[in-house]
């Protein structure tokens, strides 16, 4: 049985494509499913344009025309949505905002329970949480106030910092939700549960069984409308610093004490701080970066809509991570991602070590056809577990032959996995920080990457320098070879 919570949200950004695509399909899905309490719910939309509520809601009625079950259902929830046009940089504007908050708190009973979400271009997070402050749109009558906030969250330590101490002043740590959507993602949350609910599967988690993690956010696009964006950020930032690092965090954590928010962010930003950040030479010897170029069909990332033609902006990264604690000692952990790739699909693979000796072989002397065992879970686009393993190949001999254990997501399972935002919203009502991002491993994220964009600020690249279609560059393969290993996931097998 759903718990209903009563919530008024306050939209920044309602009008744009992240609120069009994503936050009203969601929303409306926790009104259908009871999460939210139907009679006791609004939302107060923003933007400069000069829509009037009805606008608005037929704007909010399309964009969950897919989902809803009739016409009746799309209006009732619509009705809930009100538009206020404001400009986020005139403190005057707020004050109106805040007494219209008020009017639609007492009108639906909602008891102050207030969630505000920014959805807009980061250089406006800090502005809005001030004003929300000062000009009294925080309710103070006993509900809670929240601030959900899109990315990125800053470009390097310093202006994440920036960012964390202007929304301090308005506020506190546990009232901020920072966004990673990764984390709202069936396969990276269950993670937790494979590992921690089966002794199995942790008790082999660590140094003495895994020889090497890899884990690869391949994209098969370029980066279509969003270059104005991603020719500032870069691979590095768009991908690495968060969503890698997040995923990196709940591999490499020791067991929390309990599934409490607390109790999982401590052990995770235990697990950041413990992770080795390199010197400039050691950024340059184990870091990647890569741009693609053109294979005839596809233009090259430079002749890309709005990237400037000598743009040295990287589309795709690939990195050696290590962490310095007893359970991870010499394991690497490799990391990749990129643009234009093969295909579009994340997975981690752990990567097992062999047997010390292959009785198998030694009995006749052959050459040794044991793999290594894989765990690979499959995060999108299919939720799949498969674990690799040696057998024996059916009829006379010894002779062994691969033997895989699969589990893939049934069309049920499939069916009662929320999208990420749905689930990270819901979370936020809830008041259930654990699937966002906390400052202290924001920092540590940005702490690491900064080394390597210093490096890359610095060094001059050569680029273009991977195929598309293809996993990246030569460079990305020799990272592992080098150490005696390879990708699992390699286009050429
Ligand atoms: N779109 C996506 O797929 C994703 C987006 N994000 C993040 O979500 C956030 C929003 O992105 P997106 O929706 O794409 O951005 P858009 O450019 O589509 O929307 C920006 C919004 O900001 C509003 N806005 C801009 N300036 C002002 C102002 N001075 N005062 C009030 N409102 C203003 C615009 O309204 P108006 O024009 O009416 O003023 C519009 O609603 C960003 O942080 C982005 O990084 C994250 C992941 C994916
Ligand atoms: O945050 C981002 O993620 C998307 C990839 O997300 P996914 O859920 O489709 O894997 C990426 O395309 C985008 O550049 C980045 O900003």
Redesign the pocket.
């Known amino acids: 049985m759903a718990t209903a919570t009563r919530a008024l949200f306050m939209l ?11 936050l009203y399909p969601s929303i409306f899905n926790l009104f259908k499913k009871g999460y939210i309490d139907n009679d006791h719910f609004a939302l107060i939309g ?4 000069e ?1 009037s509520d009805d606008t608005f809601r037929g704007v909010v009625m399309d964009s969950i025309n897919d989902s809803a079950d009739s016409d009746e259902q799309a209006q009732s929830f619509a009705s809930h949505f009100y538009y206020m ?6 403190p005057e504007h707020y004050d109106a905002l805040s007494d219209y908050a008020n009017k639609l708190d007492a009108q639906y009973e909602i008891n102050g329970n207030r969630i505000f979400y ?5 250089n ?2 800090g502005t809005v949480a001030k004003n929300l402050k000062v000009h009294n749109c925080l309710s103070d009558n006993g509900g809670f106030n929240r601030l959900i906030i ?3 969250f800053g470009r390097d330590y310093d202006s994440a910092e920036e960012l964390n101490n202007a929304l301090g002043k308005s506020f506190n740590e546990d009232q901020v939700y920072r ?1 990673d ?1 990764y984390l709202g993602k069936e396969m990276v949350q269950n993670i937790l549960a494979l590992r921690f609910g089966n002794p199995l599967v942790e008790g082999i988690w660590n140094n003495k069984y895994i020889d090497n993690v890899q884990v690869t956010l391949s994209e098969k696009l370029g980066v279509e409308e ?1 270059a104005g ?1 991603y020719d500032g950020a870069g691979a590095l930032r768009d991908m690495i610093q968060n969503h890698t690092m997040q995923m990196l965090s709940i591999l490499a954590m020791e067991q929390p004490i309990s599934f409490r928010d607390v109790d999982v962010r401590r052990e995770k930003i235990r697990a950041l701080r413990s992770m080795h950040i390199y010197t400039p030479d050691e950024a340059r010897e184990n870091f990647v970066r890569g741009q693609y170029g053109s294979n005839g069909d596809q233009k090259d990332y430079r002749h890309e809509d709005n990237v400037p033609n000598d743009s040295t902006t990287e589309t795709y990264v690939a990195g050696k991570v290590e962490f310095n604690n007893q359970r991870w000692a010499n394991v690497p952990f490799y990391i990749r991602t990129g643009k234009m790739l093969t295909d579009k699909f994340t997975r981690i693979d752990i990567v097992f070590k062999k047997p010390l000796i292959d009785i198998f072989a030694a009995a006749d002397n052959s050459e040794s056809q044991l793999n290594n065992n894989v765990l690979t879970l499959f995060v999108d686009p299919v939720n799949k577990v498969v674990l690799h393993l040696n057998g024996k190949k059916a009829g006379q001999g010894m002779e062994m032959k691969p033997l895989d254990l699969t589990h893939v997501q049934n069309d049920e399972e499939k069916a009662a996995t929320p999208e990420p935002y749905e689930r990270l919203i819901h979370d936020a009502i809830l008041g259930n920080a654990t699937n966002f991002a906390s400052w202290d491993e924001v920092s540590r994220a940005w702490e690491f990457a900064d080394v390597i964009r210093h490096v890359w600020d610095t060094d001059q690249p050569d680029f273009p320098n991977y195929t598309p279609g293809s996993m990246g560059p030569k460079a990305a393969d020799d990272l592992l070879s080098r150490d005696g290993r390879a990708w699992v996931f390699n286009s050429k097998k």
Not at 12 to 22: E, Q, V, Y
Not at 46 to 49: D, E, M, N, V, W
Not at 85 to 90: E, G, I, L, R
């Open positions: 920044f950004g309602a009008t744009g494509d992240l609120a069009k695509r994503k923003t933007g400069r344009r829509w046009s404001h400009d986020v940089t005139k920014i959805s807009m271009a980061p406006f997070f899109e990315k990125p966004i959507h969003r964006y």
